[in-house]
């Protein structure tokens, strides 16, 4: 019965992957050419995620720093703090009490114009990504928004420059771990488009 289970994981997750590859390959792409964009001209990929998606942000962060699956220059990258933990807690001494503005208050720190916010949530309901995303805005940086489903609140905060990418699920297990596959996708683009396309290695 267990491993019914377990195979049923692997079976649904490659289920979703083959059904939305196609729909999902478009704005990828888009999303591929704004980072490439960004750190070709001279900006910087600030990641950050909601919740779990938080890890899925430092790993983004880490396949731009230190390569995917070549050799390359380090492009510039930061995970943002991923917790309120002091910062929130100091955050919210200063700004009134408001404790979800722990990663704005760092886009608005370290954001420039040119630069891009990449944000990870898999409902697009979490406050303090939202806040995010608007703060990104205020410093005229584009926005690429990973979610689920039909994206949430985050949804309607994307501009029309922005790339909305929305895995199509209910499942947050499900839509992780497409997470996982896009950011590969979008590191290995990118690499694609500095270093020119290679055969996939095996």
Do not use: W
Request: charged share 15%; glycine share 10%; aromatic share 2%.
């Amino acid at each position: 019965m267990l491993e019914q289970r377990i195979q049923q994981h692997f079976i649904d997750s490659a289920d979703l992957k083959y059904q939305a590859a196609q729909a999902l390959s478009q704005p990828i792409a888009a999303a591929v050419q704004a980072l490439l964009a960004c750190v070709t001209g001279g900006g910087k990929v600030l990641a950050c995620g909601g919740g779990v998606s938080a890890s899925d942000a430092q790993l983004f962060a880490s396949l731009c720093v230190a390569g995917f699956e070549r050799d390359r220059p380090e492009l510039a990258a930061v995970a943002l703090v991923s917790d309120g933990g002091l910062l929130g807690a100091v955050g919210s001494i200063g700004s009134g009490g408001n404790a979800t503005q722990y990663l704005a208050r760092q886009v608005r720190a370290l954001g420039q114009p040119g630069d891009l916010l990449l944000v990870m949530s898999v409902s697009g309901n979490d406050a303090a990504v939202q806040e995010a995303v608007d703060a990104a805005h205020e410093r005229d940086m584009m926005v690429v928004v990973l979610s689920g489903h039909t994206g949430g609140n985050l949804a309607a905060r994307v501009r029309e420059t922005d790339v909305l990418i929305c895995v199509p699920h209910e499942r947050a297990a499900r839509v992780r771990e497409t997470h996982t596959l896009i950011l590969h996708c979008l590191a290995d683009g990118v690499d694609a488009q500095l270093l020119g396309d290679q055969e996939m290695p095996l």
